[in-house]
């Protein structure tokens, strides 16, 4: 029987980490998709790191909702589990925020190498692998493409120190310097591979009371708070006339909802008349401010006074991406609804190379399971490509004994 270890993992926050050597992963970020990316690499024997600021996007939420077995759970728990559980598999997490973040140019990659790896029994020349990734029927299905034999498979170390035949020890771990990262604190960490898992800040609308309440009273997502106001008298504060769609949402679980459209501009004749024909009570008056009892929000007060009793609040905050890092690498973006985003591929790979986006990072849209799972189809993504690596080296250096 496997015994699970995690009641008696070492945290790594008391001990000095060991940034000499470049780490194969970086995690940038460490929410449920970078420590879900985190967990695979870990457990995949992968020397990974996660940087991660410590104000994961829903911590003003008491309770998350919609993911299996953890419904109602305290997101803040869920993320010290998965630390503990990222850690038992010998990852490793460092409390940090990474500043900026550059591609290290040939001259520097090769000589930060060959300061941080042992003296090899030989070297290979350079090139290039490939990692072949194949998606069926929406499902991400890792290939582990083509090294070749003879001399191609001893071309495809691509600048990776070999060791002795049999050594396997030697020929993985070995991360090639390609990223730089800069803490706020000034140290510097290399990187073979990035992850950017730094996700989303709601910006909220001006209005007194509402960022007090926020994650409690006042609420974004109908999936995520919906079923917990059933019953209950809604307020739907619209910031655009698509942001109605949610009230239609809620619709189901109240039919004492009211949407709040002074934000939203005009709204079109059709959507009026399909608000109206499903009990939506449509107010264009501005809201001044919340309004709370003993903590506890009870309504809102108009700009004419009024006030109208409410138990909870949807709103439709801004969402904006904390993609800096992305940008300083060049990253293209693509379209959304949000606004622009950070262009990925099925794997979450991004548009530069070693370089992929999870979570919220990815889309805007991502709840807490759908973001767990895109840091678990880029982990397994990543760790194909190494496997292909140590392949490599592993050929490079039979061949070279032979």
């Given at each position: 029987?496997?015994?699970?270890?995690?009641?008696?993992?070492?945290?790594?926050?008391?001990?000095?980490?060991?940034?000499?050597?470049?780490?194969?992963?970086?995690?940038?970020?460490?929410?449920?998709?970078?420590?879900?990316?985190?967990?695979?690499?870990?457990?995949?024997?992968?020397?990974?790191?996660?940087?991660?600021?410590?104000?994961?996007?829903?911590?003003?939420?008491?309770?998350?909702?919609?993911?299996?077995?953890?419904?109602?759970?305290?997101?803040?728990?869920?993320?010290?589990?998965?630390?503990?559980?990222?850690?038992?598999?010998?990852?490793?997490?460092e409390t940090a925020h990474v500043v900026s973040v550059r591609r290290l140019t040939p001259a520097e990659s090769a000589d930060a190498d060959a300061r941080a790896t042992p003296t090899p029994t030989t070297t290979t020349t350079t090139t290039t692998t490939t990692t072949t990734t194949n998606v069926t029927n929406g499902a991400a299905n890792l290939g582990t493409g083509t090294l070749g034999t003879g001399a191609a498979a001893a071309a495809a170390a691509a600048n990776l120190v070999t060791a002795t035949p049999g050594d396997e020890s030697a020929l993985t771990g070995i991360a090639p310097a390609r990223f730089e990262l800069t803490t706020e604190s000034g140290a510097s960490i290399r990187a073979g591979r990035i992850i950017v898992a730094t996700g989303i800040r709601d910006e909220l609308p001006p209005i007194e009371g509402l960022a007090e309440h926020w994650g409690r009273g006042v609420v974004a997502c109908p999936y995520c708070d919906g079923f917990e106001a059933r019953g209950r008298a809604?307020?739907?504060?619209?910031?655009?006339?698509?942001?109605?769609?949610?009230?239609?949402?809620?619709?189901?679980?109240?039919?004492?909802?009211?949407?709040?459209?002074?934000?939203?501009?005009?709204?079109?004749?059709?959507?009026?008349r399909a608000l109206a024909a499903r009990g939506i009570a449509v107010d264009d008056r501005p809201i001044a401010r919340i309004v709370s009892?003993?903590?506890?929000?009870?309504?809102?007060?108009?700009?004419?006074?009024?006030?109208?009793?409410?138990?909870?609040?949807?709103?439709?905050?801004?969402?904006?991406?904390?993609?800096?890092?992305?940008t300083q690498l060049g990253a293209q973006q693509s379209d959304t609804m949000a606004g622009p985003w950070t262009t990925v591929d099925a794997t979450f790979k991004t548009t530069v190379d070693g370089v992929w986006a999870i979570g919220n990072s990815a889309s805007p849209f991502a709840l807490v399971p759908i973001a767990a799972a895109s840091g678990?189809?880029?982990?397994?993504?990543?760790?194909?490509?190494?496997?292909q690596e140590d392949v490599a080296r592993a050929l490079a250096a039979w061949q070279v004994a032979a």
């Open positions: 029987m496997i015994e699970n270890s995690y009641e008696d993992a070492a945290t790594t926050e008391s001990r000095e980490i060991d940034h000499s050597q470049p780490w194969e992963v970086v995690i940038v970020g460490g929410g449920a998709a970078g420590l879900s990316a985190a967990l695979i690499l870990a457990r995949a024997r992968r020397r990974v790191l996660v940087l991660d600021g410590g104000e994961p996007r829903n911590r003003f939420a008491p309770h998350l909702h919609g993911m299996i077995s953890r419904d109602g759970y305290s997101p803040l728990q869920l993320v010290e589990d998965g630390r503990r559980e990222v850690r038992a598999a010998d990852g490793v997490i809604i307020g739907v504060l619209a910031g655009s006339v698509p942001a109605l769609h949610k009230a239609h949402l809620l619709r189901a679980y109240s039919d004492d909802v009211t949407v709040f459209t002074a934000l939203a501009g005009p709204v079109p004749t059709d959507d009026l009892t003993d903590g506890r929000l009870t309504g809102v007060a108009l700009d004419d006074g009024t006030i109208v009793a409410r138990d909870v609040m949807f709103v439709d905050g801004r969402m904006i991406a904390l993609d800096a890092l992305l678990v189809v880029a982990a397994a993504t990543i760790n194909a490509e190494l496997v």
